[in-house]
């Protein structure tokens, strides 16, 4: 194929770019040039005056550029040092910036609005990132809300760590606000609803409601309203207030709004003759009448266990997330409410009952908030389900066949419960109890340490785990913000975190399992202080001092007792270079302990040895330098041997048996050089987010262990003993041994 050719296969694309133009010719160049004169640059007499020649040339050259550039950026990136980065960028593009550009006011105002009823997951720091970031990139605020209208499930624990968790990953709410600031504006509002007639009292049990909504996934009867729709509304504003003083039990009454369930098919079929705008009003109230979220759902119900950890006993009866959400973010000025695509069917439900208040005006954006929704992140592998973390963490005991469904209490829509209230990333499925005492039941034992362990992807176990808050934002932000589904996989958050690491932490030398090395050729005293830097590439991390002494330990992976041609590491009679000392090393003989396990190496080191084809890393010993120093290093693996571990029984307790046994291997003898405690002083590792100003703990002294892993202090360390925990290898595993 000539290179013309090429050009006209490709011209609308790459190669015919403005570029290309700007190089044939001085001329400024047109639109008109790029879409139609790339076959024939020279003709017409009209355009850009050159050879067919130096067309090709010139085409050949950015072809060769663009393949250049293409093949570089299927190249994983390296790190690029410490250049500037717009931290909004990601939010001033694409979907984010879309989102602005509908309701671009001076005074963009967030939130995030955590239920304080669990801890939060990886999926949640998305939708930090999103309110907090969204709301900074615009010159704006964001509140943390605490969705507090379930008082049963609510803890201090959670209330904390939630703000904790914030502020690591480098964000300062504006207010802190509860939802239950609210409740007497809510009743009040609810009250409203009732003598406007579009809330009633109901009286029927969850199967009713049901029944009447259609049965479940619409597999029930027609829709239809039952007998309490119509009752007046001063009889319904009379009962809600019983209700209210404590008349009613749990589920046996509940206050709905008048949405659209009584809505009749004969109101929005369209008929010949109906002008444009009937019809228009038509197809709006058949989208409304077929949404399940506008099926009359609930506003208020009755809570047995009704003390609230900010109320106390005032209030028996609580508003429902439908009923309080829209609510709330619309008292609190809420301008761009950003949550996720399973919240999009009930933005209908959302702006009518603010058109029924007056917060908001139909059909427009420019009073009141406007929801919006984002695709939420989803990485395979993870186990984000509250009950089943509990299970991991608790044990249970299960039964053999799977427990009976809980009753349901009155009240939020089928379709709301089905795609789950707790706002970002929860994959609880319905229904699905921790299965407690059950007599006779399998017993299952806990299976991780607690709620932040490392294997787990709560945050505060991808902190315990030592990963940096912005290399979590990263991820984050690099799988970009729209409204699909970000769908990843573990070992893609590995790789963000481990290039992110390879920049930012310094290096060291540690030995996992060491081996003992007796430098025979060396005098007992012998001692050559090593001057290193704590990384290569960054002069600025500083350099400290290293021992290199008769006796060193090295990684029992780098000797081998019968040497191999493939094998270029330490071997009896082999030489091999140690990373920052001067001459190699070579095994002379080797010694084993009772158990068969090689336990001493006698070794020579000099300029006389031939140099080693590979380099290891190594730790002197030297009482004057503290060297080395001991710890237990916890490597952590996958928790499950299934990569898809939500699709194991959890029912009957099938997911114990897919624990992966190795998914917590402990070195308890491990060696790090004497220059960990300058590691330690001098956390955080990087300096960034939260931990720059003062948000830190054991989990930001990180640091690469040379040819070994990344690792962090674990929170287990105490003055007296080191406790490491991996925080990602460094390189990708590939399943090999
Ligand atoms: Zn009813």
Not at 27 to 41: K, V
Not at 372 to 379: I, M, P, T
Not at 475 to 491: E, I, M, N, R, W
Not at 670 to 676: A, R
Request: include cysteine.
């Amino acid at each position: 194929m000539s290179a013309h050719s090429h050009i006209l296969g490709r011209r609308s694309q790459s190669v015919w770019t403005p570029s290309l133009i700007e190089l044939l010719s001085e001329r400024p160049t047109t639109h008109h040039i790029m879409a139609d004169s790339a076959a024939a640059p020279a003709a017409d007499g009209e355009e850009p005056k050159i050879s067919k020649r130096a067309a090709e040339k010139a085409a050949k050259k950015l072809a060769a550029k663009a393949k250049k550039e293409t093949f570089q950026a299927e190249q994983p990136k390296k790190p690029t040092g410490n250049q500037p980065v717009d931290p909004n960028a990601s939010f001033k593009q694409g979907w984010l910036r879309g989102v602005y550009n509908e309701k671009p006011t001076s005074e963009v105002h967030t939130r995030f609005p955590p239920e304080p009823n669990g801890f939060l997951h990886i999926g949640h720091a998305k939708a930090i990132t999103v309110n907090f970031g969204f709301a900074r990139a615009y010159g704006g605020i964001c509140n943390l809300r605490f969705d507090d209208t379930n008082p049963a499930k609510e803890e201090e624990k959670y209330f904390t760590s939630i703000q904790d968790m914030i502020h690591w990953l480098g964000f300062h709410p504006h207010t802190i606000t509860y939802s239950s600031d609210n409740f007497d504006k809510l009743y009040e509002l609810a009250e409203e609803m009732i003598k406007k007639d579009k809330a009633y009292m109901c009286y029927c049990s969850p199967a009713e409601v049901l029944a009447r909504r259609g049965g479940k996934r619409g597999e029930g009867g027609a829709r239809t309203v039952c007998e309490h729709w119509s009752q007046p509304t001063d009889k319904s504003l009379e009962e809600f207030r019983a209700m209210r003083d404590g008349k009613y039990a749990q589920g046996e009454a509940h206050l709905r709004m008048k949405m659209f369930l009584g809505t009749k098919p004969e109101e929005y079929e369209i008929e010949e003759g109906d002008s444009p705008e009937v019809k228009r009003v038509k197809a709006k109230l058949k989208g409304s009448a077929d949404n399940p979220a506008m099926w009359d759902v609930a506003a208020y119900r009755i809570k047995k266990e009704n003390y609230h950890h900010r109320t106390g006993n005032k209030w028996r009866i609580y508003p429902t997330y439908e009923f309080t959400h829209c609510i709330c973010d619309s008292l609190e000025g809420i301008t761009h409410s950003l949550c996720t695509v399973e919240f999009e069917t009930l933005r209908p439900a959302y702006n009518w009952l603010l058109e029924q208040i007056e917060h908001k005006m139909e059909g427009s954006e420019e009073k009141g908030p406007m929801q919006r929704e984002y695709g939420r992140l989803n990485v395979e592998g993870t186990i984000l389900s509250k009950r089943r973390i509990q299970m991991l963490v608790q044990g249970c005991t299960v039964e053999s066949k799977p427990a009976a469904a809980a009753p349901e209490n009155a009240g939020p829509s089928e379709a709301v419960k089905e795609m789950n209230l707790e706002e970002e990333g929860e994959e609880d499925p319905e229904e699905e109890q921790v299965p407690t005492t059950v007599s006779g039941g399998r017993k299952i034992p806990p299976v991780v340490r607690d709620w932040d362990d490392p294997r787990l992807f709560t945050l505060v176990a991808i902190r315990r785990r030592g990963v940096p808050p912005g290399a979590l934002k990263k991820f984050v932000l690099d799988l970009g913000v729209t409204k699909a589904v970000a769908d990843t996989k573990l070992h893609m958050l590995d790789a963000t975190i481990r290039t992110y690491l390879e920049r930012t932490v310094p290096r060291l030398m540690l030995v996992l399992d060491p081996i003992k090395v007796i430098i025979e050729n060396l005098p007992d005293d012998y001692l050559e202080e090593r001057d290193v830097p704590f990384d290569p590439k960054d002069v600025e991390k500083g350099t400290h001092k290293i021992p290199f002494t008769k006796v060193i330990y090295i990684d029992r992976d780098d000797f081998r007792e019968v040497d191999d041609p493939d094998f270029f590491r330490l071997a009896p009679g082999k030489s091999v270079g140690l990373l920052h000392a001067t001459h190699p090393l070579r095994a002379k003989s080797f010694t084993k302990d009772s158990s068969g396990k090689v336990n001493e190496i006698v070794a020579e080191y000099g300029e006389h040895l031939p140099a080693g084809k590979a380099r290891i890393h190594w730790v002197g010993e030297s009482k004057a330098h503290d060297s080395p120093l001991k710890a237990e290093a916890r490597i952590f693996n996958p928790l499950f041997q299934n990569p898809r571990p939500n699709e194991l029984d959890w029912k009957a307790g099938g997911y114990y048996d897919n624990i992966n046994p190795d998914s917590e291997v402990i070195y308890p003898n491990t060696m790090i050089e004497c220059g960990f405690e300058e590691i330690r002083k001098r956390a955080p590792w990087p300096k960034e987010e939260g931990e720059a100003e003062g948000d830190t703990g054991n989990y930001s002294v990180r640091f690469q262990g040379l040819r070994t892993a990344f690792f962090c202090l674990d929170k287990d360390a105490t003055a007296d003993k080191i406790v490491l925990n991996r925080i990602v290898s460094l390189k990708e595993d590939t399943g090999k041994k």
